[in-house]
């Protein structure tokens, strides 16, 4: 059974920092890409980032200079590390890695940035 556990998530001011972790279980994951969607209330589900197998990153503008993503294939886990926060990156967050047969998800993790 895969899956997928987030962790690293919480209440922070605006201009703090929080760096969240998605540990996996089951299969190992070294030739997927790996990465983080939020939803916000109320919005649709989108990408935050992403990493390849190789190491190719991609982010939504709205974070770029700010998140930084990473992975450890050893551990199959993947980081987000958030800086800068704003509180329009209020969300559930969630680890998502693509594989053939679909897409596994996390349970989230609540991120909340407010004064």
């Known amino acids: 059974q895969v899956q997928l556990v987030e962790s690293g998530g919480g209440l922070v001011q605006p201009g703090g920092s929080l760096r969240l972790s998605c540990a996996t279980s089951g299969s190992m994951f070294s030739f997927a890409t790996m990465g983080w969607y939020r939803q916000a209330p109320g919005k649709q589900r989108d990408l935050v980032a992403a990493?390849?197998?190789?190491?190719?990153?991609n982010y939504a503008d709205s974070v770029k200079g700010r998140f930084a993503i990473s992975r450890d294939n050893a551990k199959n886990t993947v980081y987000l590390q958030m800086n800068s926060l704003k509180p329009e990156d209020t969300a559930v967050y969630y680890c998502n890695v693509k594989i053939i047969g679909g897409d596994y998800w996390g349970q989230g993790t609540q991120v909340t940035v407010s004064s």
């Open positions: 990493i390849t197998s190789f190491g190719r990153t």
